[in-house]
C-alpha cells in the first residue's frame, strides 16, 4: 500500500512511470508539481507509443476492420482533455473545434457513431501532433496557474485533469494492442519498448487451495486515489473454499487444448462463443502464427518464436471453452474465476498496490513492453495474480450498491452494463496508474482481445452475478421512478401515501393478508408488507412485477431517466435505500388478470387496487368478483383518476363517465352500483395526487380518487 | 309587472291556471303552500292533456317517426322529477329504475339515444299513471316537510322542485303538439282543452314604426321568478327605427305565398330550408289540409275549416322564405324580428308579464286550447305580440355575457348553442309559467313545429348574433383553459408569467413593437399590449388563432371541459374578464409559419417564441432568421422545455437533447451554437411551470426554459 508515501523516491522514479497520484496530498504545491509529471510523463509515453509507427500510412490504415486507425487514437487522448476540462469549466473555449469533432467518438468496437471513412478528413500525423502541443501547453498551465481547493475528489473540477491522464493510460494500453494487431510493415521496433527476451520450458500447472473467506469490494469517495465511477460502493460476498492454478496458463498449456481439436469441438464453447468462433473460424490464439510448421507469437512490434512458458493470451470465449475441455477431460468443475475469487486470490498472493520501487509483478512498464514467463514473478504460492496479462473472470461487470455515474462521463461504464461484458483483473505489462491498481475495474467484451489471459479454478460453486441491467424502456423507467424514486412539486409518493391512509382507515382491523392487485412496479406491496404478515403483488404486465421481483431478491432496481431528448440520468434504487429491506420475505408477486383472477388470491384482509379500474378490459369484472377474495369485513380500496379511454377499455365498459338516462353519472355513481350488493362506503371519496416524471421537465401531475369498501356480504 | 303580488287572487285563481310563483317569497308556509298548488295543478293539467287520446294504442303510436310514441312523454314529466332530485340530493333512492331508465331521455328530435322501438318495452299508461302517483306523492310531501332554506334560488335543491315543475310545463305545450300530429282517430275532444270558435275575415296587415332605442336582455340571480339558465346574464344593444306588421301573418296573408307558388320558387329559401322543402315536399303549412278543394287546419283534437284571420303557424324556414317572397314583390328589406327586436316591440306594446288577472293576450290557457283571430288582441298599436303562437326570429340562440350551465341540468341549453336553433318568442295559448315570461328564451332548430307562426319587420340592418359556438375539440379547449382559464396547483397564469418576466427584463428599452411568434390561444399577446404599442401574434394553426381574434372582436371564448370520461364542464371567458378588454385594439393576429416567416413580420423591440422550438419542423431555420425581424438590441425570449419528438422534429434538427462528439449537448448549448452570432445570452435559463389541465384530476405540469437574448449585430 502507497499509504503515506506521498513523494516517489527520486531515484527509482527516474527508470519508473510515474503512479497515479495520492490526490490527499495536502501541500498543492506539491500536489501541482505531482501532476505536473505525472500529466508530462503519460502525455510523452502515449506519444513515444506512436513513434513504432513507421510511415504516415500506418496511422491510416485500420488495424482491425471495426475500430478506427491509429491517427484517431493519436488525436482522441488529446481532445479528450479539452471535452472534459470544458465540462468541468476549467475552459470556457475549444482548441480547435474540428478535430475535438473528429476525435472525440469511436472507441468502442461497437458503440461507434460513424466509422465510414469517407466520413472522415483525417489530418496529419504531424497536424495531430501540433494540436497536442497545444493540449500539452493548455493542460500544463492549468495545472500550474489554475485555483486549486482541495482535496481533489469526485466534484473537484480538477478531477477532469486526472480523468483525462488516466483515460490516456489506458488508451495507452489499448492502442498498443491496435499495434500489435497492425501488419508488421507498418511498426519497428523502438528502445522505450523493448519486449522480455527470457523463455524457457513452460511449468507444469497445478491447483492450488484457497481457503474459504470474505471480500469486501469497492471504495469510498474519500479513497486518496482516482477512480472510475465502476470503483465506487460497496459489495461483499463470503467465498468457499476453491482450488486456482497456481500459473497462468501458458501458450504450452493451451496448445494441448488446441492440439486436442479444442476449436472444432463444439461441445466445449458456450452459446455466445460458438458464434464467435463459426463466424472468425479462428483455430488457434490470435497472436499465434504458424510458418513453415513452426508456431510464432506476435509481440507490439515483431514475431518471435513461440514463447511456451508466456502467457495464453485469448478472449473470455477461448478461456471459457478451454475450462470446459479441461472440466471434460480431469471431471472437475474447471471455471475461470469469479471477481470475487480474484479478490482472494490478490489476498492469498499478499499483493499491494504498485509502489515507488520496481512492482513484483509484470507491470506498469517496470520491466518489458511484453509479457514474460509464466513463472518469473512468484506471489505467495502464486504466479501472476497481479501483471504479465490480464485475467479473464466469469463475472460480467455490474454496479456495485451505491454506484452513481460522474456528471461529465456519463458513459464511462453504463453502457457495459448490459451482461457482455466481462472483467478482467490484474493487469498486464502495461496496465499503468488506475489500471494497476487492486480496486481498478476493466470490463470488455466477452470476444475482445487485449493483452489478456487467464488462470483457472476449480469449484462446485458459481453464484449469480447481481443484476446490472439499466432498465431504459420508457414507461417501466417512469414507473421505477414513480414507485421508488424521488419527489417532484413536493408530492408525496403516491404508494406510501395510500398505504398510509389504508393502515389509518383499518384501524384494529385484521392485517393478516393483503393483496396488491395491479401492483405495477411493487411499491405498494412492499410498503404494505410493513403492516401485513404476508402480501401478494399482481399485475397483468410481467415487465412491471419483473421491478418488485427483483428487489424483493435484494437486487438493485437501475433504470435510465430521461432528462432531455435522448439525454437520460441513471438512477438507482433498493429496498435498503427506501427502508423496506425487512419486508422482502413478507411479498411475493404474481402475473395475473384482475379481470379473471386465478382461485387462489382470496382470504385477504384488505386488497387495493391502486389506478387500476381505469385500465381494465373489463372493469365489472372485475368488481362484480372482487368480494369473493375478501374475508368478511375485509376492506377494498380503490383509487383512480378515472380516466377512461377506449384504448383500455370499451366505451360501454366504463363504470362511470358519461350521461346515463340524460344525466351525469360519475365513476363514484358507477363504483355504488356495482359494488354495492356486497359493499358498504366507509371513507371517501378522497383525493391523493402523485406525479409520473416524464423528461427533467415534462411530468403527468395527477389527482386520484381514493374511496374504501368495506365487505359487509 | 307582478311584484308584490304574493298570493294570486283566489277569485281569479279558481279560473285561472296557477302562475309561477315568486321564489322570494318570505314566509315559508306561505311559499309551500304556493309550490304545493303550482305542483298539483301542472301535474294535473298534463295528465288531463293525455286525456284527449282514444285508446291505449294512442299512446305507443309514433305521431311523428323521429319522436318517440307520446307514453314516453306520460312517464317522462315523472322521471324528471326523480332524477333532478336525485342531483339535488333532496332525495337518495329511486321509485322505479326500470321506469326511470325508459322515462329519462328521448326527448329532442336529433338528440335521442335510441328511438329504437324494439328496445322499449313500454309500460301500460295505467302502470305509468300509477308510477305518476307514487311521483306525485313523493314530490307533495317533500313540499310539505323537507327542509327549506330560505330564499329559493339557483343553489337551492328547491330549484329542483320548480325546475320539475316548469320542465313539465314546457311539456304541456311540446305534448300538445304531438297530439296535434296524431291520428285523428287516436285523439277526442275534451272539455278542459276546448278550442276558440271565433273567426272571420282576416285583417289586412299594415307595417308601423318602431322608434331606435335600446334593449337590455338576461336577468340576475336575484330575480324572483324561476328561469332557465339560458335567460341569466347580460346583453344589451341599440336598435335603429325599424317598421314591424301589425299583425301576426294570418292564413289568408300566407295563402298569398303559397298561390303565388312560395313553396316551389327556390329562390325563395334560404339553404338549409331549401334542403328541408325539398327533402319534406311541403307544399303548405304542416297543419293545413285540403278536402274537397277546401282548406281545413287541423287543431290538437279535430280539424276545423280554414280560419283564415288566425294566425299561419310554420317553422322558421317557411316564415322566412314568406319574407324573401315579401322582400321580392315589395321590394322592401323585409325579414323576421331579431330577439332584441322583439324587445323593442314588447316595450312600445307596453306588456307585462301576466298577473293574477286574466292576461291580455291568448298566452297561459287562459283562453282557449288553440290560436284565435289575429286581430283578438290590442297590444299598444300591434297585436299578438304576445300570445297566440309563439313567433320566430332571425336570431339562433347564444349564451348571454356571464352565462353559467346549471350544474344539475347542464344539457338544458348548452346542445342548443349550435347556431342552428332559432329563438322564439312571445308565447304561445298553451305557454304557461316560466314560457309565458317575457325573459324566456326557448329555441328550436329551424324545421321543427311549435304552435308558431310569425310577424315581419321592415328594417336595413341584421346584426351579426353573438356567437355561441363551444369550443370541444380536445386540444384547443385544453389551449383556451391555458391561456384565459384557471390556475392549477398554484401555478401562475403562463402567458402572464411570461410577459412579466419579460417587462421586468426589457427595463426602459423601447416597446413600440412586438411579436409573439407561436402565439397559440394568444393570450401573452393580449397581455404584450399592455405594455408595446402594437403586437403580433402568429401561429402556425389558425384554430389556435382562431381563438385570439374571437376575443380581439369582443367575444367570449367558450369551451367545454373534460371532467371524467364524456361528462364536461362549460367554460367561457372574455377580455373585460381578465382586465384585457382596453388591448383588442393594440394587437392583430395572423397565421403564419415561424420556419418561413413572410417578409413583413419585422421591426420588433421584443419577440416572444414561448414553448414553440420544440414543435419546429426545423429550428435552425427559425434560429438563423430571427434577428432579421429584431431590432438592434431588441430582445428575443425564449421558452420550452425542449420536449423534443420525432413526431415534431426530425432527429437530426434537434436544437440539442443528444450526445455530440461524445458529449451530452444540451438545447441550451445548442441555441448558444445557433444563436451566438447575433445575439447575446444576457438573462438565464430560469425556469417558470405551467399546468395544462386535461380532466378534472389529470393535468401535464411541466417547466419551461427561459432564456433572454439580445441582438448585438
Known amino acids: 500500500m502507497r499509504k503515506g508515501s506521498?513523494?516517489?523516491?527520486?531515484?527509482?522514479?527516474?527508470?519508473?512511470?510515474?503512479?497515479?497520484?495520492?490526490?490527499?496530498?495536502?501541500?498543492?504545491?506539491?500536489?501541482?508539481?505531482?501532476?505536473?509529471?505525472?500529466?508530462?510523463?503519460?502525455f510523452d509515453c502515449y506519444e513515444s507509443l506512436f513513434e513504432t509507427l513507421t510511415c504516415d500510412e500506418a496511422y491510416y490504415e485500420k488495424p482491425i476492420s471495426l475500430r478506427h486507425p491509429l491517427i484517431f487514437y493519436f488525436g482522441h487522448t488529446a481532445t479528450f482533455f479539452i471535452n472534459k476540462l470544458l465540462l468541468a469549466r476549467m475552459i470556457d473555449t475549444r482548441i480547435n473545434p474540428r478535430f475535438e469533432s473528429i476525435f472525440a467518438v469511436g472507441v468502442d468496437e461497437m458503440s461507434w457513431d460513424d466509422l465510414n471513412d469517407a466520413h472522415y478528413q483525417w489530418p496529419t500525423p504531424a497536424e495531430v501532433k501540433n494540436y497536442r502541443d497545444q493540449v500539452r501547453a493548455l493542460v500544463i498551465h492549468l495545472i500550474e496557474t489554475a485555483p486549486l481547493q482541495l482535496p481533489v475528489e469526485w466534484n473537484n473540477p480538477w478531477w477532469a485533469i486526472i480523468m483525462g491522464i488516466e483515460h490516456e493510460r489506458i488508451h495507452l494500453e489499448t492502442s498498443s494492442v491496435l499495434i500489435r494487431q497492425h501488419k508488421l510493415t507498418y511498426v519497428k521496433n523502438h528502445p522505450q519498448w523493448k519486449p522480455c527476451r527470457e523463455t524457457g520450458q513452460a511449468p507444469a500447472n497445478e491447483l492450488i487451495k484457497v481457503a474459504a473467506g470474505s471480500v469486501t469490494l469497492g471504495k469510498e469517495k474519500s479513497n486518496p486515489y482516482y477512480g472510475w465511477d465502476n470503483e465506487y460502493g460497496t459489495h461483499s460476498a463470503d467465498i468457499p473454499e476453491f482450488q486456482a492454478s497456481k500459473f497462468l496458463v501458458s501458450n504450452q498449456e493451451f496448445l494441448e487444448f488446441v492440439e486436442a481439436g479444442g476449436y472444432k469441438n463444439q461441445s466445449h464453447w458456450e452459446e455466445e462463443g460458438l458464434g464467435w468462433v463459426a463466424f472468425t473460424r479462428a483455430q488457434h490464439p490470435t497472436f499465434w502464427l504458424k510458418k513453415n510448421g513452426q508456431w510464432y507469437l506476435r509481440l507490439m512490434t515483431e514475431e518471435i518464436p513461440m514463447p511456451w512458458d508466456w502467457p495464453a493470451e485469448v478472449n473470455y470465449h477461448e478461456a471459457k471453452a478451454f475450462c470446459n475441455w479441461k472440466k471434460a477431460e480431469t471431471g472437475l468443475a474447471v471455471r475461470l474465476p469469479t471477481e470475487d475469487e480474484w479478490y482472494r486470490l490478490y489476498a492469498a498472493a499478499g499483493l499491494q498496490n504498485p509502489g515507488p520501487q520496481k512492482a513484483n509483478g509484470n507491470i506498469h512498464l517496470d520491466y518489458w513492453a511484453s509479457s514474460c514467463p509464466v513463472n518469473k514473478f512468484p506471489q505467495g504460492e502464486f504466479y501472476d495474480v497481479v501483471g504479465n496479462v490480464w485475467q479473464w473472470t466469469e463475472t460480467p461487470i455490474y454496479p456495485f450498491a451505491g454506484f452513481d455515474v460522474h456528471t461529465i462521463y456519463d458513459d464511462f461504464t453504463t453502457p457495459t452494463f448490459d451482461e457482455r461484458h466481462n472483467l478482467i483483473k490484474g493487469g498486464s505489462w502495461v496496465s499503468c496508474g488506475n489500471e494497476s491498481l487492486v480496486e481498478s475495474r476493466y470490463a470488455f467484451r466477452r470476444h475482445f482481445f487485449q493483452h489478456a489471459g487467464f488462470r483457472y479454478v476449480v469449484s462446485e460453486e458459481l453464484k449469480p452475478v447481481p443484476g446490472s441491467h439499466y432498465e431504459t424502456d420508457k414507461l417501466l423507467s417512469e414507473y421505477a421512478e414513480f414507485h421508488?424514486?424521488?419527489?417532484?412539486?413536493?408530492?408525496?409518493?403516491?404508494?406510501?401515501?395510500?398505504?398510509?391512509?389504508?393502515?389509518?382507515?383499518?384501524?384494529?382491523?385484521?392485517?393478516?393478508?393483503?393483496?396488491?392487485?395491479?401492483?405495477?412496479?411493487g411499491r405498494a406491496t412492499f410498503e404494505l408488507a410493513k403492516h401485513f404478515d404476508f402480501v401478494t403483488g399482481v399485475d397483468f404486465s410481467a415487465r412491471f412485477i419483473g421491478q418488485g421481483v427483483h428487489l424483493s431478491q435484494n437486487e438493485t432496481l437501475r433504470y435510465t431517466l430521461v432528462d432531455e431528448g435522448e439525454l437520460v440520468q441513471y438512477k438507482s434504487r433498493s429496498l435498503s435505500d427506501l427502508g423496506l429491506e425487512h419486508t422482502k420475505d413478507k411479498v411475493e408477486f404474481f402475473q395475473g388478470d384482475a379481470c379473471n383472477l386465478k382461485p387462489q388470491f382470496t382470504g385477504y384482509d384488505f386488497i387495493l387496487a391502486a389506478n387500476l379500474i381505469d385500465r381494465l378490459y373489463s372493469p365489472a369484472k372485475f368488481l362484480s368478483a372482487i368480494h369473493e377474495r375478501l374475508n368478511i369485513n375485509g376492506v377494498l380500496m380503490l383509487t383512480s383518476p378515472y380516466t377512461w379511454l377506449t384504448d383500455h377499455t370499451p366505451r360501454e365498459d366504463w363504470v362511470g363517465g358519461f350521461k346515463k338516462d340524460g344525466?351525469?353519472?360519475?365513476?363514484?355513481?358507477?363504483?355504488?352500483?356495482?359494488?354495492?350488493?356486497?359493499f358498504e362506503l366507509i371513507k371517501g371519496p378522497l383525493e391523493v395526487p402523485f406525479v409520473i416524471r416524464e423528461t427533467k421537465r415534462k411530468f403527468q401531475h395527477t389527482l386520484s380518487e381514493v374511496t374504501f369498501w368495506k365487505r359487509v356480504k
Chains 1, 2 share one sequence.
Open 6 to 42: 506521498h513523494l516517489i523516491d527520486v531515484s527509482v522514479s527516474q527508470r519508473l512511470f510515474t503512479r497515479t497520484p495520492n490526490l490527499r496530498e495536502e501541500n498543492s504545491l506539491v500536489l501541482r508539481q505531482q501532476l505536473h509529471e505525472y500529466f508530462v510523463s503519460t
Open 484 to 521: 421508488y424514486g424521488d419527489e417532484y412539486f413536493g408530492v408525496a409518493n403516491f404508494p406510501k401515501a395510500l398505504v398510509s391512509l389504508a393502515i389509518e382507515t383499518l384501524g384494529d382491523l385484521p392485517k393478516a393478508k393483503a393483496l396488491d392487485i395491479g401492483c405495477a412496479s
Open 663 to 678: 344525466e351525469s353519472f360519475t365513476t363514484l355513481d358507477g363504483l355504488k352500483a356495482q359494488l354495492g350488493e356486497h
